[in-house]
């Protein structure tokens, strides 16, 4: 049964205010460092960061560890690539990136931010694609869209297959993608659709029919041309590293506990989260982006899983097949997160599974926020339910 202890500690990295602890867990002894480690502001980072997807993290959480293990040219692997948040900001480091998830939406979120097209490009590629020349088919969507905005979604769709069936599909045509993508729903008239649960959560037709009734709202029409160019702009608002682009990202669709596109021993650091028990439906939530994208994910390989036993025996072959692909003395920053009100602490099931594959514990870091706007929105006090607090534990590869 693992226990916390107090501990006193002094270290440069740590504060007055920090709260230092150790973990005794079966097969040892780690500390722990409590603390606000980066910002809690929502927007304080890179402007093209700024894509949705559900249960991701700050860039900041990532930087904090490849500020401090990381040079140029390091190469970084995220295998729950989620929106990219990891190899974008590693990339900002000039590291070289590698990412790999079950959905293969992801991929398409994280490439086009990646290897971002001259913006003048972008415009003009907007500018000559044909919209709203057919009726809409899927008029389920109704629900979301006005019929014209629909008219106008089916036609990017069109194009996209159209392209890539030629194989004429390009940076530009990814970037546009990606864009579109991420304003299919969301909360805002920024957004293609009528105000809907935030872009990461797409909700069902039948549950989008109840919000129209409760709210007395109608779809109304968005010039999708306009708003893609609009998030665009605000994605590329901030300027990007010389050599941001200098080395091309390798992306694929994999499961995260066999990844044999990876060499042994190749790997500087991981930095990286997966999905904690059964708290977040990956499927449910991205469906609308899965329909437009022509993307598929065999149910039984999204893990969604109620049992702690369960979890951490798959976390163990996720570490075992990141131990093979780290260098020697190479480090994975994995991150869980709260689940079911801080009741279970599955950082300590990360470090019983770490241990078990033969990776050496160095610290776990729990980064207290004070404010989110996801908790604030649903109403959620902070640190008490959610996943207010990041909780990382670091491992080493003797």
């Known amino acids: ?29 780690v500390p722990v460092h409590a603390g606000e480690y980066w910002t809690s502001k929502q927007r304080d980072c890179h402007s093209i960061h700024e894509v949705s997807y559900r249960a991701c993290y700050k860039p900041q959480l990532p930087d ?66 044909v919209l709203g020349d057919e009726e ?7 629900e979301f869209y006005h019929p014209d905005t ?22 530009i045509d990814e970037w546009i993608d990606m864009v579109v993508i991420s304003r299919l729903s969301g909360h805002s ?19 989008q029919r109840k919000i129209n009734l409760k709210l007395n709202q109608r779809p109304e029409y968005r010039n999708t041309r306009e708003l893609i160019w609009k998030k665009t702009k605000a ?21 995260a506990d066999y990844i044999p596109q990876i060499d042994s021993d190749s790997v500087d650091l991981v930095v990286t989260s997966p999905p904690f028990l059964d708290a977040v439906d ?41 131990h093979r692909i780290l260098k020697p003395d190479g480090l994975i920053a994995f991150e869980v997160g709260e689940v079911r009100k801080g009741t279970i602490r599955l950082e300590l099931e990360v470090l019983k599974a770490g241990r078990e594959v033969g990776l050496v514990p160095e610290y776990v870091l729990i980064n207290t926020q ?14 008490e339910r959610g996943t207010n607090s990041n909780r990382i534990v670091v491992f080493r590869k003797k």
């Open 136 to 142: 809409p088919k899927n008029t389920g969507l109704l």
């Open 1 to 29: 049964m693992a226990h916390i202890q107090a501990l006193l500690f002094d270290s440069a990295e740590t504060t007055a205010l920090d709260r230092v602890e150790e973990y005794e867990f079966e097969g040892g002894v």
């Open 189 to 207: 008239p920024g957004f293609f659709s009528v105000y809907t649960l935030p872009p990461n959560q797409a909700v069902s037709v039948e549950r």
């Open 370 to 383: 004070q404010f989110t706007k996801t908790s604030n929105c649903w109403g959620i006090k902070n640190n």
């Open 64 to 129: 904090y560890f490849l500020s401090r293990y990381t040079k140029k040219g390091s190469v970084v692997y995220d295998p729950f690539l989620g929106r990219g948040t990891t190899l974008v900001q590693a990339r900002m480091h000039s590291c070289s990136v590698i990412g790999s998830d079950i959905n293969p939406v992801c991929l398409k979120l994280a490439k086009a931010r990646l290897c971002p097209p001259p913006i003048a490009c972008i415009k003009k590629r907007l500018d000559s694609v």
């Open 150 to 171: 629909l008219r106008e979604i089916e036609s990017w769709k069109r194009y996209f297959a159209h392209r890539r069936e030629l194989n004429l599909l390009d940076s």
């Open 282 to 322: 990956y499927l449910q939530d991205n469906w609308l982006r899965m329909w437009f994208s022509i993307s598929s994910v065999d149910a039984s390989l999204m893990w969604k899983i109620r049992s702690v036993a369960d979890w951490t025996e798959r976390m163990k072959s996720v570490l075992l097949e990141l």
């Open 235 to 255: 994605l590329l608002k901030d300027a990007l590293p010389r050599d941001y682009s200098e080395h091309a990202p390798i992306l694929f669709v994999a499961s």
